[in-house]
């Protein structure tokens, strides 16, 4: 049995959109009943009907249509009912407070009737006093009841009413709906009791609902039975797709963990290997190089006594070759009975020997096995608790077990030991998911990220083309860092009147960050967590396009003036720049005493008094006007790292100017450099908005391969900055910031 706090109240139902209509939204008109259960407009279900057959709006079950229309299905009473109390209380509230008596005219009185201020819950008439004092004066309408006009409107005998409703029969208008025929389960008035029904059994309402309804509430109650059991089995299957997630994500990280493991294993014997190879050829260099000096000696003595001899043979005279004769002949003895030396030492020529698994043509070292999951009923039934791959252990082809750790199948693999380290990562380009923090929150999407899903679609103008493969430059390790996702969020403050541009980025206190938004002239504070700390205040009409924090100033750039204000907004200095570029690059130096900024292909240094420390072009003056840093920034190193749009490439020079490094290759893509970061290693990382990415090169300018691509939420990325040299926060051109934990190689 339906318990009372299951179903609706009628204020409720009179309150809420259950007497509207779902497919036009208006209130329901002629409301009829699927077999379904749910109601819509006689003439919005007529709409609907097509081919004999028509589909509910809202289960999607398709319902054959009877042979005389929409008009033959069931008339819901119910909502009739209810639509009759909120059309009796709209059109008293149309009267203005004034209703006029009902039946005032039926007995000659005025043809507008008397002020109403009674009402009959029977006959739904609204009654004048003396109407009212004398309407349960007769036999027929005795038993009616009559209430207060102003109390019916404030809906304190909406109950009452509803139970003195009586449903009119749609073919006897003003004949009440008093018998149900057993036989043919229609309602029926007095008139259609006569004909055709007179020889059915019939039944009183009453008697029929008090006869019918134990059936519908038990049926009811199986409906809640089984309602439960799919809240159940939901819950179940909730509970399994989290447990299915959950194990995907440690499979996912244990596979990184093991190939990451097999490249350092890798690595670790590629460096022992060779350096066996090299201690082999030096040592056999260094034997070959002594005998050889041995040889060349005594192949110089031989010649120079064959020489002697035969220049006395050949231009002596009798007595002189006669009186030199025994000795060149001992000495000729000599030099053919020395004991030379043997042929040359067998060199031991070295040969690779692969383990079987690295000669498979696709180096299979990794193999992913699937076990069914067990359900909770089959779960309680064992004992309840055991983890998904606990039970079995995948085997190999050969029959053999192979160790598998949480679902994770690791081959093993027969080399000699070499030290590891533990905790590299290899980084996983193009990945379906955004980076994760020791197993933590999924990037954002402002990007964005969440996920392969969320940007599938969208980033139609996306380069899918990785970058160049690393090269051999990455101090013998071959592994890149990691980005790891930290934390996303808006710059939009509730007093922007234009949505963020962000042309400047700077680190600014500890964990803290400089934010320059051109678009609405402000310099925001912002915590690395998001958390919004106040602004800088500047000069009035600025608008700062890029910052750098120097120790108790900052420096930003602002049409074609250089500004250093106080942190409290007080301008320190002001100097005019060249007119001749549009936007003006400003980093400051490492010991935070001086501003470099980037001025018509060359470079100014100035003090914290404003004065100019030192001037240079990248490359010298053979260079002069070829340059043109749009981006700039500076290494721990002390070198100055710039994106040149003249040549289209990224630069590295030191605090002479001299160009240590320079890049353009195919790893820009085509694509003009955009902004640039360095971390306390002194890893370059560019940005190449057209593309969504940002990729990294090493100290010199080498690239070495893709940091950030769409799949962690970069969408259009358009500045950078390095904060502690270990988070590189990222600004995308819809006002969002990413900020990511740069994970360094040796963690």
Known sequence: MVSQGSSPSLLEALNSDFLACKICLEQLQVPKTLPCLHTYCQDCLAQLAEGGHLRCPECRESVPVPPTGVA?????????????????????????????????????????????????????DDLCQACADGHRCTRQ??????????????????????????????????????????????????????????????????????????????????????????????MMEKEALAQLREQAARVGTQVEEAAEGVLRALLAQKQEVLGQLRAHVEAAEEAARERLRELEGQEQVAREAATFARRVLGLGREAEILSLEGAIAQRLRQLQGCPWLPGPAPCLLPRLELHPGLLDENCHLLRLSFEEQQSQKDSKKDGAGSQVGDETQ???????????????????????????EDGAQTPKEDRAQTPQED???????????????????????????????????LEGSGLLPRPIFFCSFPTRMPGDKRSPRITGLCPFGPREILVADEQNRALKRFSLNGDYKGAVPVPEGCSPCSVAALRDAVAFSAGARLY??????????????SLSQASHAVAAMPSGDRVAVSVSGHVEVYNMEGSLATRFIPGGKANRGLRALVFLTTSPQGNFVGSDWQQNSLVVCDGLG?????????????CQPGSVSVDKKGYIFLTLREVNKVVILDPKGSLLGDFLTAYHGLEKPRVTTMVDGRYLVVSLSNGTIHVFRVRPLDS
């Open 72 to 124: 033959a299905f069931k008339t819901n009473f119910f909502v009739n009912g209810l639509l009759d109390l909120v059309k009796a209380r709209a059109d008293g509230d149309l009267c203005a407070g004034k209703p006029a008596c009902a039946l005032c005219p039926l007995m000659g009185g005025t043809s507008a009737g008397g002020p109403a201020t009674a009402r009959c819950l029977d006959c739904a």
């Open 141 to 234: 309408t005795h038993t009616h009841r009559v209430v207060d006009l102003v109390g019916y409107r404030a809906g304190f005998y909406d109950e009452e009413a509803r139970e003195r409703q009586a449903a009119q029969c749609p073919q006897h208008p003003g004949e009440a709906l008093r018998f149900l025929c057993q036989p043919c389960s229609q309602l029926l008035c007095r008139e259609c009791r006569l004909d055709p029904h007179l020889d059915h059994p019939c039944l009183p309402l009453a008697e029929a609902v008090r006869a019918r309804r134990p059936g519908l509430e038990e049926l009811l109650a199986g409906v809640d039975n089984n309602l439960a059991e799919l809240e159940a089995t939901r």
């Open 394 to 420: 995948p085997q190999s082809r050969d029959g053999a077990q192979t160790p598998q750790e949480n679902g994770v199948q690791i081959l093993k693999v027969e080399r000699a030991e070499s030290p590891q």
């Open 439 to 473: 197993g933590g929150a999924q990037i954002p999407r402002g990007g964005r990220s969440n996920k392969k899903r969320k940007f599938k679609g969208r980033f139609k103008s996306v380069s899918r083309e990785p970058s160049p493969a690393p090269g051999p430059n």
């Open 564 to 577: 250093l204000i106080s942190p409290e907004g007080e301008v320190q200095w002001r100097r005019a720049l």
């Open 658 to 670: 001299q160009v240590i490094g320079e890049y353009r290759g195919p790893g820009l893509h085509g």
